[in-house]
């Protein structure tokens, strides 16, 4: 039985041999061909050498998450095929050369199709019909497998050659026949092929030329473009995986007029970011957990002081150094306490890659509005995942300043002449108006230290009092004033036996889950939190209202859990947890969902709280 | 462009009301004294005027400036108004901090905020002691030396700020003397007036805790060549022929020449103590260059580039942007 649209593809390599250039090139072509794509990208913390891979999934519906199968694994060297070969299903193939690796040191499943590539051979065919150095040809390894999984799949060879030329433009676009030579190598050797060999070969994909277009982006870049629109003019940054391509990208992109700073260290980032915006720019900084602990004096400082800021943490593997590449979400206790003493910190998460532009759309918003630092909590799943999402809607985009000083409070202050209140609790509304430096009337104080209505330093116990609590009444403010709907989503069936219970990336596979096991007869809703400090109270309801709850989150102390029953009292006992680094699967989300419904989880204590929970720890992938 | 006031204000505006707690016969009002003066003479407009402090004793001066005053982290102070300055270039924005604060806990800061050369002054107090903690040795304090709150002598060597600036690329380095006020005040003026990453070191006596190099032992005159020939410890260089200013920068020969020179000033020995400008140069700064690569920047300072309408809808456009993303 034919299988159409509805694929797994899998490309490894050694770290700078292209692999992340040919899954990109595999995806854009599935793209442009109408189809919908999620791509996951996995590597090491190395440059060169070591294994790295990186899996599209093709489908013709949009979707969010991998599978574990694999249904075509593409190789050029024998390492992929070694650590892969076992992934990939019966009706499957494997695209590999004779020459590097024996079939027989495989572990293969059987009715897996194997199709040999003399990869050196191809590439001197190239040499010869172009004309270019053999030598030179290695790094088309990848482009051969690309155009060898095409051809098998019975993508029309257009479909290569318009990627190809979409790719290279410019001063590359000499490199476009020099690929389409190797290209139309890898169709004939795969076209050559004994027609039963073809007919094994269950997965096809099919254009949908009618398809409107879409994004193909991943969250990093959706991040920057949000940013952007949003009227961000000032990002500093320290390089550290998996944020720098934000900054990266901010920094290609000059004509926005953004200044982006490259800093010492992430206490430079954070500073100067404050410093910019205490002029009125809306400034923000992008990091990584190790950079995130180094930026809290900062964020303190921020807070004390109301100043609008927005820090963006990519979060990866922890603690210290952790998994400098890998998927986690362990920083939402520390975003939510961090730093010495109290003030109020705003903490969002994305939960998919379209809601990265529009959660680094808000968060300036919401820092004007609040006078206070925002974290927003990315991963490293969405942030290197390639995914088409239709075009952002920019329909309701509306900018937020917040409380500004007005022209009579500024000639007050002026007469007055003891400088400006900028700290002063605005009666009816708590946040204070704001000058920016450059009006006249505006001078005012700042400093960590307490500090009366000007900025003023003060020990009185009266005027901490009133100060304290007038920027942690913010919290109360934040869950007034954030539409429900922005705090969190309830999506999935309308009468469900499970409600899943996540926050961030985890909301993709989840919302991907609901279908198949629907199919199984289980129906399932996700409750996403979006704002996770405060945690949205009004959520108290729907967990208490839910016939059956599981809590899924990429960590190992259900950071999430803990701060719902903080906040509720509710305590989820059913738990799916992934702390290897790597992304939770469809198929791991579905079977884990399902053992949990049929009661085949065995309950343990949970030796932190003493209660009985039924938890399942998730460990696949490489 | 910094503007100035058409009529320019009394020293006395750039004092604000709240009571200065500094310990009498401290060198921070000496050098708090010679900043509102200098902010009086280039006729600033307090509220175009941001002063950036560290944290210590000498952080108080942002409290008791009438301008925009920012108390920032123990050590950040360059990194906060740096920010400040590139965002709005139009503001007038100066740095000040002790020398346990720059030299310190803020020393990676001073080092990478001379390879900027961001156009902003900053004033350093050197008085080789952590006032605000009570007296412990900071980074200028000489080894073997016991100041009051020493249990036992220090055994750091000290730092030299004019040195460590000099290879860092500050493009103007000097040296002040608290006690001084008119050299000060005319050292701070040039300071900010230079376009550029300009330190200011002032060395300065801590009454309370640094009972070394007190206000006598800065005044006190030392031997001079001949007989019972005595000559002030203090001694202006350029005073004395000193020229440390580069006429051409893009002259090799000339600027290792002047850096050489002024390397062996400011690690000058025995018991005088010169101050004056060590060196100057002009390279260009970097929100320039930051404009070189960045075309609007020429037109807009990020804090006042346009990015909504008046009914506050984005303005920005991303078509072109979203074009290349667009399958």
Redesign the interface.
Same mark, same amino acid.
């Given at each position: 039985m034919k299988v159409v649209n509805d694929f797994s593809w899998m490309i490894g390599g050694p770290q700078g041999t292209g692999v992340d250039s040919s899954a990109n090139l595999f995806a854009?072509a599935c793209?442009?061909a109408g189809l919908w794509v999620f791509g996951k990208r996995e590597y090491h913390s190395n440059i060169k050498g070591k294994h790295s891979y990186f899996q599209v999934r093709v489908f013709d519906k949009p979707i969010n998450s991998h599978v574990d199968d694999v249904h075509l694994l593409a190789t050029f060297e024998d390492s992929t095929a070694r650590l892969h070969a076992h992934e990939v299903v019966k009706g499957g193939a494997l695209i590999y050369d004779p020459t590097k690796i024996m079939l027989d040191d495989l572990n293969l499943r059987s009715g897996v199709i194997t199709l040999p590539i003399d990869f050196n051979t191809v590439l001197r065919h190239v040499a010869e019909v172009t004309g270019e150095e053999y030598g030179k040809l290695a790094i088309m390894k990848n482009v051969i497998a690309v155009a060898a999984s095409m051809a098998l799949l019975r993508m029309d060879i257009s479909e290569m050659e318009e990627t190809l030329t979409r790719l290279f433009t410019g001063k590359k676009a000499k490199l476009v026949p020099t690929n389409m030579a190797a290209v139309k190598k890898a169709y004939e050797s795969v076209e050559a092929l004994p027609p039963e060999i073809h007919n094994q070969f269950l997965y096809h994909l099919t254009p949908n030329k009618k398809m409107p277009?879409?994004?193909?982006?991943n969250g990093a870049?959706a991040t920057a473009?949000g940013k952007?629109?949003?009227?961000c003019?000032?990002q500093?940054y320290y390089p550290i995986s998996p944020a720098t391509d934000e900054s990266n990208f901010l920094e290609s992109?000059? &004509?926005?007029?953004?200044?982006v !700073?490259q800093? &010492?260290?992430e206490?430079?980032?954070i500073?100067?970011?404050?410093?910019?915006?205490?002029?009125? !720019?809306?400034?923000s900084t992008a990091t990584s957990g190790p950079g995130f602990c180094l930026m809290q004096?900062?964020m303190g400082?921020g807070g004390m002081n109301e100043v609008p800021i927005v820090v963006f943490n990519y979060q990866r593997g922890g603690p210290s150094t952790g998994l400098p590449t890998r998927h986690e979400q362990g920083d939402l206790m520390f975003s939510a306490f961090g730093g010495h003493g109290e003030y109020p910190k705003l903490v969002i998460a994305p939960a998919d890659i379209d809601d990265h532009f529009h959660v680094a759309?808000e968060s300036f918003n919401y820092a004007d509005k609040f006078q206070t630092p925002v974290m927003v909590l990315n991963d490293k799943l969405l942030t290197h995942s390639l995914q088409?999402i239709p075009?952002?809607n920019?329909g309701g985009? !509306?900018?937020?300043r917040g409380r500004l000083a007005t022209a009579e409070e500024l000639e007050a202050a002026i007469s007055e002449g003891?400088?400006f209140p900028r700290f002063r609790p605005d009666s009816k509304t708590v946040i204070s108006p704001r000058p920016?430096?450059?009006?006249?009337?505006?001078?005012?104080?700042?400093?960590?230290?307490e500090h009366d209505d000007y900025?003023?330093?003060t020990e009185n116990p009266e005027t901490r009092v009133k100060m304290h609590e007038k920027r942690l009444s913010k919290y109360r403010l934040m869950l007034e004033q954030i539409p429900e709907e922005k705090q969190f989503t309830l999506k999935g069936e309308v009468d469900a036996d499970v409600t899943l219970v996540c926050w961030g990336s985890t909301s993709g596979v989840l919302l991907d889950a609901i279908e198949p096991l629907k199919a199984k007869g289980i129906k399932a809703n996700i409750l996403n939190y979006r704002i996770l400090n405060p945690l949205p109270i009004a959520t108290e309801k729907i967990l208490k209202k839910a016939k059956k709850l599981i809590l899924i989150e990429s960590n190992w102390g259900t950071q999430l859990g803990h701060l719902i029953r903080m906040t509720t009292g509710v305590f989820i006992s059913n738990q799916i947890l992934k702390y290897t680094g790597r992304p939770m699967s469809l198929n791991e989300i579905i079977d884990s969902v399902e053992k949990i419904v049929k009661k085949e989880v065995k309950s343990e204590i949970d030796p932190l709280t003493g209660m009985t929970i039924e938890k399942v720890v998730l460990t696949y992938g490489l | 462009m910094v503007s100035k006031l058409h009529t320019p204000l009394t020293v006395a505006a750039y004092k604000?009301? $709240?009571h200065n707690d500094w310990c009498p016969g401290c060198g921070d009002f000496g050098i708090l004294q010679a900043i509102q003066q200098a902010f009086a003479e280039l006729a600033l407009?307090?509220?175009?005027s941001?002063v %950036?402090a560290g944290?210590g004793c000498s952080g108080?001066v %942002?409290?008791y400036m009438?301008?925009? =005053?920012?108390?920032?982290?123990h050590g950040?102070v360059?990194?906060?108004?740096? =920010?400040?300055k590139?965002?709005?270039p139009?503001?007038e924005v100066i740095a000040v901090g002790g020398d346990g604060d720059g030299y310190g806990i803020g020393a =990676?800061?001073f080092?990478?905020a001379g390879r900027r050369n961001v156009d902003m002054a900053y004033i350093v107090m050197t008085n080789e002691v952590y006032g605000l903690t009570k007296g412990q040795a900071s980074p200028t304090l000489g080894r073997g030396q016991q100041t009051k709150s020493l249990p036992l002598p220090n055994t750091n060597d000290a730092i030299q700020p004019l040195a460590l600036a000099l290879s860092s690329g500050y493009t103007w380095i000097g040296r002040s003397y608290a006690f001084d006020g008119k050299h000060l005040k005319e050292m701070i003026k040039k300071a900010m007036e230079h376009k550029g990453m300009a330190l200011l070191d002032v060395l300065q006596p801590c009454p309370t805790f640094n009972d070394l190099h007190t206000t006598e032992w800065f005044n006190k005159k030392v031997k001079g060549e001949g007989e019972n020939v005595t000559i002030p410890r203090i001694f202006n260089i350029n005073e004395q022929g000193y020229d440390g200013a580069v006429k051409d920068p893009t002259n090799a020969d000339e600027v290792s020449e002047k850096r050489t020179k002024a390397f062996e000033m400011s690690n000058f020995r025995g018991e005088r103590i010169p101050v004056g400008v060590f060196y100057e140069i002009k390279l260009p700064t970097y929100f320039e260059r930051?404009q070189a690569?960045?075309?609007?920047?020429k037109q807009?300072a990020?804090?006042l580039?346009p990015?909504?309408d008046e009914?506050?809808?984005?303005t920005?456009d991303?078509s072109? $942007? /979203?074009a290349e /993303?667009? %399958?």
């Open positions: 854009q793209a442009s277009k879409r994004l193909l982006i870049s473009m952007l629109k949003a009227g003019r000032y500093t992109h000059p &004509e926005y007029g953004i200044a !700073v800093c &010492e260290d206490i430079a980032s500073d100067m970011a404050l410093g910019a915006a205490t002029t009125g !720019v809306r400034a004096e900062g400082w759309f088409t075009p952002f920019e985009l !509306v900018i937020d003891k400088g920016y430096p450059g009006q006249e009337g505006s001078p005012y104080w700042m400093t960590g230290d900025g003023h330093i | 604000s009301d $709240v407009p307090p509220w175009e941001m %950036f944290i108080k %942002f409290n009438a301008s925009h =005053g920012v108390h920032t982290l950040r360059l990194p906060f108004a740096v =920010g400040a590139l965002a709005n139009n503001l =990676g800061h080092v990478h930051m690569q960045v075309p609007m920047l807009y990020p804090a580039m990015y909504q009914s506050h809808l984005p920005t991303l072109k $942007v /979203y /993303y667009l %399958f």
